[in-house]
């Protein structure tokens, strides 16, 4: 089955810095990779998503990347605020699949002052 | 439009005994998933239900069992509870099944087996 493998497991950041957050995935039938950020003690809220379709995508200062060859696909966040501080999960899915999402085992973004 | 809703919020079980948590989805939305999420472990999909159908099942045994009404609405069942099955259990729904439209998550249930 997939496995997706998400670096780094923390991260901490000045305000004003970009993160970088990275994943790779291992089925590549896999076509769908969002990304969700769950704040704590809340539920996981989708952020961007893209699929094998594209290269990149942007919305406003969240984008993705996404290299079909090697497998990979990453989170930047520009400009980083206090309130980006979260975790953040990449995901796959196979389009025709049914709704089954693969997840890393997440990022903890810190953002300091 | 109401977010995606699960309850019990909490719940406090012991070893040996069983469990079901329900999940009602956006209205309109088919599509439901149930996920269990551990430290560490990030989410693990455990099984999604489509038109009162399972669809997909994760890699968990027998023990977790679903299942889906004629309204959507899902519950998920765990017999013989072990202590490591204490975890928050997150459901989503999503409007259709294949087409990876986007998951709205739950609340979740947070489960604790003592």
């Known amino acids: 089955g997939e496995n997706v493998e998400q670096h780094p497991s923390t991260l901490s950041v000045q305000e004003g810095d970009s993160a970088v957050i990275k994943c790779t995935y291992s089925?590549?039938?896999?076509?769908?990779f969002p990304w969700y950020k769950q704040e704590l003690g809340k539920r996981p809220q989708l952020i961007i998503d893209?699929?094998?379709?594209?290269g990149e995508k942007k919305d406003q200062r969240i984008a993705v990347t996404l290299n079909k060859t090697a497998k990979h696909f990453s989170l930047h966040i520009t400009e980083t605020q206090p309130e980006d501080s979260a975790v953040y999960f990449c995901?796959?899915?196979?389009?025709?699949?049914?709704?089954?999402?693969?997840f890393g085992t997440g990022t903890q973004l810190k953002v300091e002052l | 439009k109401a977010g995606v809703t699960q309850t019990p919020r909490y719940l406090i079980k012991t070893r040996g005994q069983q469990v079901t948590l329900s999940c009602s989805p956006i209205?309109?939305?088919?599509?439901v998933s149930w996920y269990q999420q551990t430290p560490g472990q990030g989410l693990q999909f455990l099984f999604e239900?489509?038109?009162?159908?399972?669809?997909n099942k994760g890699n968990f045994p027998g023990r977790f069992s679903g299942r889906q009404f004629s309204n959507s609405r899902s519950e998920m069942n765990v017999s013989t509870l072990e202590l490591g099955d204490s975890a928050l259990y997150l459901c989503?729904?999503?409007?259709?099944?294949?087409?990876?439209?986007?998951?709205?998550f739950g609340q979740g249930t947070r489960l604790t087996v003592v």
């Open positions: 995901a796959a899915g196979v389009t025709g699949g049914g709704n089954k999402l693969t």
């Open positions: 089925d590549s039938a896999s076509n769908y």
């Open positions: 893209i699929r094998s379709n594209v």
């Open positions: 209205s309109g939305h088919r599509s």
């Open positions: 239900y489509f038109s009162e159908t399972q669809r």
């Open positions: 989503a729904s999503s409007l259709s099944s294949g087409a990876n439209t986007e998951a709205f």
